[in-house]
Structure formats: structure tokens, C-alpha cells
């Protein structure tokens, strides 16, 4: 879909920024064009908050805290479930922006909202249950604590998921009694300026904000003395940056990062649930734009020739990339030529170190995909672990197959990298699956299983993939801090 065929109600009507309850024009008057990759054309502009847009939206919800905090904790989660409900009423207009804007199938994105909307109700419900404990100190004392929401807190989203990031990271944090900053991400920031028109006004002026802007904006918000918590989805540089500017004044982090994330399959695996595991945990649908994507393949000896001939047949079938905004599309575009051209260049590393490109590899020939930032599902085989491409993420569609038969030096590849935030377990004996499960070096596995995310349950990484959990209720608590109370009688 180009930008001249765009139907009504899909774009965003506001092209400013959401803070204290009203649309700002940002206050250097920069608008930067927002692109459709499909065509690498201009949809339309977004506005560009500096550092005075970011003092004035924190200053909006430090004012609107202590109003909300006192909110009853049942009353927030009203908020929040009426907020739920507009979302699902808007899922496919928004499935639509964020395809024209990232380059995503809509039919995947089509369950975006729905997820967004199932975060926003699973912590309306949590909002009763942030509550201390009571201390034995003897006679003559009585000891509680209390969590407290801290105040300000920003959340920095990524791109692949710009509208669900944006709706669900607003969750928590608001449950908690926090006012809320939402800053988009700048390759596609259209689905934020939507979420803010569809959702702002339902809550209390100042409760949650939303912003557009580069780093700049990231930078303040990071600095601002009024923002108690900063987070982050995004690549493992961009939240060493976060990091480092947070230290300044002691600002606790919660950070989602990359990930190199390994599938590891046994002899007696099933092996077309583990073919159809490995062509789905690789998200290829998104390009590999994942976090989460099982992007290196551990195949025993006795299995490998096999199931690499079948992922290498089927893959191609299975995702061909496509038309994001045609429903039948199973394979969008990358985000903009600068990932195009990473991804281009990792590839042409891998056949340089050694590696087999028996997949994909290129753009595609389709003359109807020759403008935008296409490229072919591609696989490797005969990878080492210590190639470059086995140890960066690429976060494009590159899935690196490795042949294994040492149980210990298969564990010693698949953790000898520096991330940890997701694994992928293939076995039907049990007794392997859990052992597998206590080696792997990651934050969250699947056993027989890749890429389902389950709400309740705790995701984020470790190492270098990040810091803290998120979908959970532990991240219901990440923005609270413990207050302890001592009263003496008598």
C-alpha cells in the first residue's frame, strides 16, 4: 500500500507531541519524515522532541504523581481495562500503520493490539496485589513494609513491534502508580502518535505521555532528574548508552536487549515439530527483527543432514517476502536500508569466514519488491562458533545451523556467546529436557517450543541480553521500591 492509497482513519490525525493531557507543537519546530520500507517512500512526518520537549512532558507527569499514586489501586485498573478495550476495538487500523511504517506482515500484526490489550487487563488485575509484609520485632514494636511507586518513569520502545511495546509497556508501571513517558521508536514512530490519540485522554492529564524523537530525546530522558526509572527494548549498545547516562544520578535500569539465541536438538527430537520449530523460532515473519529469534541451530550428527534438507526446502515456501499490507504476505521488510545493509553485510562475512549460504542470501528478484529493504530467508550451514556471524546478532533473516555430537562441547558452543535471553530444547525424553534446560546460559526456554510468549510468565535475559523481567508480576514490582515502617507502642 503506498502512501496516496492509504484509507482513512489509519494515520495518525496529530503530528505533535502528548504530554499533560494536550498535543505540543515540539519546540524547535523540526518535523522528520517517517517512511513506508516497502517503497523506502515518505508516508508522512513525526515530530521531533528535543530535550526542553522532554523536561516539559517529565515536569507534565511529575505534577499529575502524587494524584495518581493516591489513585486507588482498583480505580487505576478501571483505567487501564478501559484503555484495553480501545485497542481491541482498533486492531486492524493499527496492524495497518505499524505494517506501512516497519515493514511487518499485517497479518501478524493483526495480534499485536490483542497482546497489548492483554497486558493492559493482566496488570489492572495485579494493581491489588503490590503489597508488603509485616515484621516479627517483639513486643513494644510493630514492623511493615509498604511498595511504593517510585514517580516518573520512561520507556524507550523498539521498532518491531512499535504499537504493542508502546500500549503494553504503559501497563505496569501505570498499575504500580507511576506516571508514564513513552518515547517511540524514531524508524517508526506513527502507531505511538496513534496509541496517544486513541488512549491519552482516558487517563488523567499528565498519566501517560507520549514522545517522538532521535537520541536526543533518549539522552534526556536518561538525564532528567525527575524520571526515577528508565527502560528499554532494544539493541545491546543502545542500552549500554542508557545505562551509562542513568548512572549520572543513580536512575535504576530495566533493560530487554539482543539476543544470539540457540536451538539445540537431540537425536530423538520429532523431527517434524522440530522442523517446523526452527523455521518458526527464527521469525523469519518479521525478517528475524527479533529479540527472541532462534537464530543458531545445534542439530546432533544423526539428525543433521536430515533436518537441514527439510527446513532448507520448506523455509522458502513458507516465507517468501512480500507486500506487508497484502493479508496473504507471511515475510515483510526490513525496517530501512541501514538494517539492509548490516544484514547484507553479515551475510557476505559469513561466506567469507567459511560458512555455507545453502538458502536465500540475496534480495529477491520480485519487481514489485525493488524499491523497499527486502531480503530472502537465509540459512548457513557448517558454522563455527567462533565465526563472527555465530556471535553478533544480525537481527535479520540469518539462521546459523550447527552440526553437535559432545554433549559438553555442545553446551560450552551454545554458551560461549555474550548474550543470554532466550533457548529453544528439542527432546522427547525428559530427563534430557530438563538437564538441557539447567546448562543453557539464557533467561527463558522453550522445550519443544520456540518464540510463544506466555503472559504471567517472566521474560528478559541475561548477560548482555539485559537486565530484570518483564510480562510478569515481577514487573509489576520493578517500579515500586520497599518502604519500611517501625512504629513503638507506648
Not at 523455521?279 to 543432514?305: K, P, Y
Amino acid at each position: 500500500m503506498r502512501a496516496k492509497d492509504i484509507p482513512p482513519g489509519i494515520l495518525p490525525t496529530q503530528r505533535g507531541l502528548y504530554y499533560g493531557g494536550a498535543w505540543h507543537a515540539p519546540k524547535s519546530g523540526v518535523q522528520a519524515e517517517t517512511i513506508n520500507p516497502t517503497y523506502n517512500e515518505a508516508i508522512t512526518s513525526a515530530p521531533v522532541a528535543n530535550a526542553e520537549d522532554v523536561d516539559a512532558a517529565v515536569q507534565a507527569a511529575h505534577a499529575a504523581f502524587p494524584s495518581w499514586a493516591a489513585t486507588p489501586p482498583v480505580e487505576r485498573g478501571r483505567y487501564l481495562r478501559k484503555a484495553a478495550a480501545v485497542l481491541r476495538e482498533h486492531a486492524m487500523p493499527l496492524a495497518q500503520l505499524d505494517s506501512l511504517n516497519n515493514g511487518n506482515p499485517v497479518s501478524a500484526l493483526a495480534h499485536d493490539a490483542g497482546f497489548a490489550a492483554d497486558c493492559l487487563e493482566y496488570f489492572a488485575g495485579l494493581a491489588t496485589e503490590i503489597k508488603g509484609e509485616t515484621i516479627p520485632m517483639g513486643d513494644g514494636n510493630f514492623n511493615y513494609t509498604v511498595q511504593e511507586p517510585l514517580g516518573v518513569v520512561a520507556r524507550i520502545v523498539a521498532y518491531n513491534h512499535p504499537f504493542m511495546f508502546a500500549a503494553a509497556r504503559l501497563a505496569a508501571p501505570l498499575a504500580a502508580g507511576n506516571t508514564v513517558v513513552i518515547k517511540a521508536p524514531d524508524q517508526a514512530p506513527l502507531s505511538t502518535l496513534r496509541l496517544a490519540e486513541l488512549v491519552g485522554d482516558i487517563f488523567p492529564p499528565g498519566v501517560a505521555n507520549f514522545l517522538c524523537g532521535g537520541r536526543e530525546c533518549g539522552e534526556a530522558l536518561g538525564r532528567h532528574p525527575l524520571v526515577r526509572k528508565i527502560t528499554l527494548i532494544g539493541g545491546v549498545p543502545t542500552g549500554k548508552a542508557v545505562m551509562k547516562t542513568a548512572s549520572d544520578n543513580l536512575k535504576p535500569v530495566l533493560l530487554e536487549l539482543g539476543g544470539k539465541n540457540a536451538l539445540v536438538a537431540y537425536p530423538d527430537a520429532d523431527l517434524d515439530k522440530l522442523v517446523n520449530g526452527i523455521i518458526a523460532g527464527m521469525n523469519f515473519t518479521w525478517s528475524g527483527q527479533s529479540c527472541g529469534s532462534t537464530s543458531r541451530v545445534f542439530l546432533h550428527e544423526s539428525i543433521h543432514d536430515q533436518v537441514l534438507e527439510k527446513v532448507i526446502k520448506l523455509l522458502p515456501e513458507r516465507h517468501k517476502p512480500g507486500i506487508p499490507t497484502d493479508p496473504k504476505t507471511t515475510m515483510g521488510s526490513l525496517v530501512s536500508r541501514a538494517q539492509l545493509e548490516k544484514v547484507q553485510g553479515y551475510v557476505a562475512k559469513g561466506i567469507e569466514d567459511g560458512g555455507r549460504l545453502v538458502c536465500g542470501g540475496r534480495q529477491p528478484d520480485d519487481a514489485a519488491l525493488k524499491d523497499g529493504f527486502f531480503y530472502e530467508a537465509t540459512v548457513f550451514a557448517d558454522m563455527k562458533p567462533n565465526m563472527r556471524l555465530a556471535q553478533e546478532e544480525v537481527f535479520g533473516p540469518v539462521m546459523s545451523v550447527f552440526k553437535w555430537s559432545d554433549e559438553d562441547t555442545l553446551w560450552k558452543d551454545v554458551n560461549g556467546v555474550d548474550f543470554g535471553l532466550t533457548g529453544s530444547i528439542w527432546t522427547q525424553n525428559l530427563n534430557t529436557a530438563h538437564r538441557a534446560a539447567k546448562r543453557i546460559h539464557t533467561g527463558y526456554v522453550w522445550i519443544n517450543n520456540a518464540s510463544q510468549h506466555f503472559m504471567g510468565a517472566p521474560f528478559g535475559g541475561v548477560k548482555q541480553s539485559g537486565i530484570g523481567r518483564e510480562e510478569c508480576f515481577a514487573e509489576l514490582i520493578e517500579f515500586t521500591y520497599t518502604k519500611n515502617v517501625n512504629l513503638k507502642f507506648g
